[in-house]
């Protein structure tokens, strides 16, 4: 059961794309709205000594969108703990970049039982403190030409008179280290109705600070990059504090997207995180990587 397929997930089309084989790591992609493209091709190589899992998320890419045009952080919840239950996997091993590692925890907090180990990557915290100040943060680093730019196009975009790529072509330069990273992004498509859904639910009910003591058995590792729009400073005080068993490893010269910017390395820091079975070689300085 290998390659890209749709699986009837609760009376709807999940586009799950299957690499490889041995044991499962499930691929959680970031940008609310977004696919599983962002991944590919930089983590294929993973694929030599595991299975790779990845899907668009509900709406997202080829996946068919909801019934009832309503998208939430519990709906992808439920896909997700429905996906795990139709691949026939006991425990999953999460890999969550960006909105990914917010649904990673947001699972694990509710599905203890079934997570191995959790590889969390640009991260954003353990509430929507962190979602908000990734905003700000992105905000201090536009200029007011761009600012106003992108005020036109958001007003633009809302009567259909410019689209998303619009934006994020103004956008992404900020969310990597070297611009030279972007052209090694997948162009990836973006539902701008689950984004804003999406977004407006981690703003009213991203809350996981009473859920946390059932993450202590799960081994969890974050994977920051040094210029990351919320740097490893920020993710010590957003995450890290909250869950102090988790690991950070600090990504040099990286931004938001590590994958993208810096695939080799964390195809190594995965490879490692996900056969090793003593995390404790992980208590370390940010700079052993």
Same mark, same amino acid.
């Given at each position: 059961?290998?390659?890209?397929?749709?699986?009837?997930?609760?009376?709807?089309?999940?586009?799950?794309?299957?690499?490889?084989d041995?044991?499962?790591?499930?691929?959680?992609?970031?940008?609310?709205?977004?696919?599983?493209?962002?991944?590919?091709?930089?983590?294929i190589?993973?694929?030599?000594?595991?299975?790779?899992?990845l899907?668009?998320?509900?709406?997202?890419?080829?996946s068919?969108?909801?019934?009832q045009?309503?998208?939430?952080?519990?709906?992808?919840?439920?896909?997700?703990?429905l996906?795990?239950?139709?691949?026939?996997?006991?425990? *999953?091993?999460?890999?969550?970049?960006?909105?990914?590692?917010? &649904? %990673?925890l &947001?699972y %694990?907090? !509710?599905?203890?039982?079934?997570?191995? !180990?959790?590889?969390?990557?640009?991260?954003?915290?353990?509430?929507?403190?962190?979602?908000?100040r990734f905003?700000?943060?992105?905000?201090k680093?536009?200029?007011e030409?761009? !600012?106003?730019?992108?005020?036109?196009?958001?007003?633009?975009?809302?009567?259909?008179?410019?689209?998303?790529?619009? *934006?994020l #072509? *103004?956008?992404?330069?900020?969310?990597?280290?070297?611009?030279? %990273?972007?052209?090694?992004?997948e !162009?990836?498509?973006?539902? #701008?109705?689950?984004?804003?859904?999406?977004?407006?639910?981690?703003?009213?009910?991203?809350?996981?600070?009473?859920?946390?003591?059932?993450?202590?058995?799960?081994s969890?590792?974050v994977?920051?990059?040094?210029?990351?729009?919320?740097?490893?400073?920020?993710?010590e005080?957003?995450?890290?504090?909250?869950?102090p068993?988790?690991?950070l490893?600090?990504?040099?010269n990286?931004?938001?997207?590590?994958v993208?910017e810096?695939?080799?390395?964390?195809?190594?820091?995965?490879?490692?995180?996900?056969k090793? %079975?003593?995390?404790?070689?992980?208590?370390?300085?940010?700079?052993?990587f």
């Amino acid at each position: 059961m290998t390659g890209e397929k749709f699986i009837s997930i609760d009376g709807q089309r999940l586009n799950v794309n299957i690499i490889g084989d041995g044991e499962p790591i499930l691929f959680l992609h970031g940008v609310p709205g977004s696919e599983h493209r962002f991944f590919l091709p930089h983590v294929i190589p993973l694929s030599q000594q595991f299975k790779l899992i990845l899907y668009d998320q509900r709406g997202c890419g080829k996946s068919e969108p909801s019934k009832q045009n309503h998208y939430s952080m519990e709906d992808e919840v439920n896909t997700l703990e429905l996906l795990r239950i139709e691949l026939g996997l006991q425990k *999953i091993n999460l890999f969550g970049e960006s909105w990914g590692s917010m &649904l %990673a925890l &947001l699972y %694990a907090t !509710k599905y203890p039982g079934r997570v191995n !180990k959790i590889l969390l990557t640009a991260s954003i915290g353990v509430t929507k403190e962190g979602f908000e100040r990734f905003g700000q943060e992105l905000e201090k680093k536009i200029s007011e030409q761009e !600012k106003v730019k992108l005020s036109e196009l958001e007003k633009k975009l809302k009567i259909d008179e410019s689209s998303l790529d619009d *934006i994020l #072509n *103004i956008l992404d330069p900020y969310y990597v280290f070297s611009r030279e %990273a972007l052209k090694h992004k997948e !162009k990836i498509s973006i539902n #701008n109705l689950v984004n804003q859904s999406i977004g407006r639910d981690i703003l009213n009910n991203y809350d996981l600070t009473a859920k946390l003591d059932l993450l202590s058995k799960i081994s969890i590792l974050v994977a920051q990059g040094s210029h990351d729009i919320l740097t490893p400073e920020l993710i010590e005080d957003l995450l890290i504090k909250f869950i102090p068993h988790a690991r950070l490893i600090e990504i040099e010269n990286c931004g938001h997207w590590t994958v993208v910017e810096r695939p080799e390395e964390m195809i190594r820091i995965a490879h490692e995180f996900f056969k090793n %079975a003593d995390n404790n070689i992980y208590r370390c300085d940010r700079a052993q990587f």
